[in-house]
């Protein structure tokens, strides 16, 4: 067996460090532009699903707005305020599910002005988010399309045909028709909610379920790299698919043109070639920043910035506005295969 990746199946799963930063690096040779990507199969063609000139079309208009100044003028401000509003909601219960009263609903309202659309009522717009993150993961699978997908994209698309002005829409028109900003804007939406209420939710159960809580309530550069920690323990995108070009090879193995490549990134992450302890949470370490869970290579998110601000906010906050928040029941089992998150982050503190 090759170190770092092995058939399993029909396709070939990359688990160690260096194999995984070859493959996301090489776009030409490992691609996400094949029918049978999964997004591709919801959306039609995005920054997600292309490659080379078209990838580098249906990105740029997007890429000023989701600059680390960009974000930290537009969103910081509001990010801490909501993140106050929403603790201060639950703080005289004196337990809550943080991830369905805090990460969730953090994330959409984000993502909601992000977006433009503002006047979607809230609980219409997770109704969408649930049925297209559950589409995600049933193609993943190799389902087939449901009725329920289709008209939750075909929701989204009509809502976001207006591209209102300040949203990070509003110049996408001038280079990508509306099918396009469309099925961009699917991508963020999934991108932006699903994977930032599960690093938020993360973050939180590595914290309260470690030693480290004080020490990050305390201590602003000790959150940021807790966080980065918890992203680097549990990505809320486990698993990245590339299809080969040609007939290649990682390392020692042989991976014939057409093949399914699927990087695993929890694993990856969790390489002991590169990671001390890999297993264990550890904020301290001097390797942190070398996760991938962000993705390396031309695909890298888009939106990580914005992810770890609203991460950071959001447990700050819940740490210092929930006075001895403690977990209430032990860290939860993790849930989902493509997007995971802990299944909840019940917490009590007190009132």
Same mark, same amino acid.
């Given at each position: 067996?090759?170190? +770092?990746?092995?058939?399993?199946?029909?396709?070939?799963?990359?688990?160690?460090?260096?194999?995984?930063?070859?493959?996301?690096?090489?776009?030409?040779?490992?691609?996400?532009?094949?029918?049978?990507?999964?997004?591709?199969?919801?959306?039609?063609?995005?920054?997600?699903?292309?490659?080379?000139?078209?990838?580098?079309?249906?990105?740029?208009?997007?890429?000023?707005?989701?600059?680390?100044?960009?974000?930290?003028?537009?969103?910081?401000e509001q %990010?801490?305020?909501?993140?106050?509003?929403?603790?201060?909601?639950?703080?005289?219960?004196?337990?809550?599910?943080?991830?369905?009263?805090?990460?969730?609903?953090?994330?959409?309202? %984000?993502?909601?002005?992000?977006?433009?659309? +503002?006047?979607?009522?809230?609980?219409?717009?997770?109704?969408?988010?649930?049925?297209?993150?559950?589409?995600?993961?049933?193609?993943?699978?190799?389902?087939?399309?449901?009725?329920?997908?289709?008209?939750?994209?075909?929701? %989204?698309?009509?809502?976001?045909?207006?591209?209102?002005?300040?949203?990070?829409?509003?110049?996408?028109?001038?280079?990508?028709?509306?099918?396009?900003?469309?099925?961009?804007?699917? %991508?963020?939406?999934?991108?932006?909610?699903?994977?930032?209420?599960?690093?938020?939710?993360?973050?939180?159960?590595?914290?309260?379920?470690?030693?480290?809580?004080?020490?990050?309530?305390?201590?602003?550069?000790?959150?940021?790299?807790?966080?980065?920690?918890?992203?680097?323990?549990?990505?809320?995108?486990?698993?990245?698919?590339?299809?080969?070009?040609?007939?290649?090879?990682?390392?020692?193995?042989?991976?014939?043109? +057409?093949?399914?490549?699927r990087v695993?990134?929890?694993?990856?992450?969790?390489?002991?070639?590169?990671?001390?302890?890999?297993?264990?949470?550890?904020?301290?370490?001097?390797?942190?920043?070398?996760?991938?869970?962000?993705?390396?290579?031309?695909?890298?998110?888009?939106?990580?910035?914005?992810?770890?601000?609203?991460?950071?906010?959001?447990?700050?906050?819940?740490?210092?506005?929930?006075?001895?928040?403690?977990?209430?029941?032990?860290?939860?089992?993790?849930?989902?295969?493509?997007?995971?998150?802990?299944?909840h982050v019940?917490?009590?503190?007190?009132?």
């Amino acid at each position: 067996m090759t170190p +770092g990746a092995h058939f399993d199946g029909e396709s070939v799963v990359v688990t160690g460090h260096q194999a995984a930063r070859t493959v996301l690096r090489d776009w030409q040779t490992f691609t996400v532009d094949d029918p049978r990507f999964t997004t591709s199969r919801l959306t039609g063609p995005s920054m997600l699903s292309t490659d080379g000139r078209e990838h580098a079309r249906h990105r740029a208009p997007f890429v000023g707005a989701f600059s680390p100044r960009r974000v930290d003028d537009r969103y910081a401000e509001q %990010v801490q305020q909501l993140c106050a509003e929403l603790v201060a909601a639950i703080r005289p219960r004196g337990r809550a599910d943080l991830r369905q009263e805090l990460a969730a609903p953090l994330a959409a309202a %984000v993502m909601q002005r992000a977006l433009g659309l +503002g006047e979607v009522d809230r609980s219409m717009l997770l109704q969408w988010y649930d049925a297209l993150s559950a589409e995600v993961e049933l193609l993943t699978a190799d389902g087939a399309p449901t009725d329920t997908g289709r008209c939750a994209y075909a929701a %989204v698309a009509e809502r976001v045909a207006a591209r209102l002005p300040g949203s990070v829409l509003a110049a996408a028109g001038d280079s990508l028709d509306p099918a396009e900003v469309s099925a961009n804007a699917v %991508v963020m939406m999934l991108g932006g909610i699903d994977t930032t209420e599960g690093m938020i939710s993360f973050a939180l159960t590595h914290l309260l379920a470690s030693d480290w809580a004080p020490r990050a309530a305390a201590d602003p550069a000790v959150l940021e790299r807790a966080v980065e920690e918890s992203l680097r323990l549990e990505p809320a995108a486990r698993f990245v698919d590339r299809y080969a070009t040609a007939d290649t090879g990682i390392g020692a193995l042989a991976v014939p043109e +057409g093949t399914l490549v699927r990087v695993d990134l929890r694993a990856a992450n969790r390489d002991p070639a590169v990671f001390t302890d890999p297993d264990h949470f550890r904020p301290d370490r001097p390797e942190l920043r070398r996760h991938l869970s962000f993705v390396v290579g031309p695909h890298v998110c888009i939106g990580a910035h914005l992810a770890r601000l609203e991460t950071v906010a959001a447990v700050r906050a819940a740490l210092t506005g929930l006075p001895e928040l403690a977990l209430a029941d032990g860290a939860a089992a993790v849930e989902g295969h493509v997007f995971v998150k802990p299944a909840h982050v019940h917490a009590r503190w007190t009132p």
